[in-house]
């Protein structure tokens, strides 16, 4: 299983960017799917989650500006990012927890680096 994050990029404050994560390899059953980031010299930190069922969460730092979502397919899973801050500048992974045989295993992206500045 291969998850490829894109998206990232420089923007100004205000300002709005998607993020990307597309799934490739064996055929899984996702448990649930989320996006965290990482600030230098920070903790990873999560900033939106959403459960196979399509239910989604957000810490209060981000809620109401981001949003998380993922196709009919459920080959990628997005990350709609509105209203930016130059704290919200970070490089952003995509990870999702799925079933693989009779465990739960964590697979991961790449990471994406997202700058707010002006």
């Known amino acids: 299983v291969q998850l490829q994050a894109s998206g990232g990029g420089l923007v100004q404050p205000g300002g709005s960017l998607r993020l990307s994560c597309a799934i490739s390899?064996?055929?899984?059953?996702?448990?649930?799917m989320a996006w965290h980031r990482q600030a230098p010299g920070k903790q990873r930190e999560l900033v939106a989650a959403?459960?196979?069922?399509?239910?989604?969460d957000y810490p209060d730092f981000v809620r109401g500006r981001f949003t998380i979502s993922r196709d009919n397919a459920g080959n990628t899973v997005y990350l709609e990012m509105n209203s930016l801050k130059p704290e919200d500048s970070a490089v952003y992974y995509c990870?999702?927890?799925?079933?693989?045989?009779?465990?739960?295993?964590?697979?991961w992206g790449q990471g994406t680096q997202v700058t707010v500045s002006s």
């Open positions: 990870q999702i927890n799925a079933v693989s045989g009779t465990k739960l295993v964590d697979y």
């Open positions: 390899g064996s055929q899984i059953s996702i448990n649930y």
């Open positions: 959403m459960a196979r069922i399509g239910i989604a």
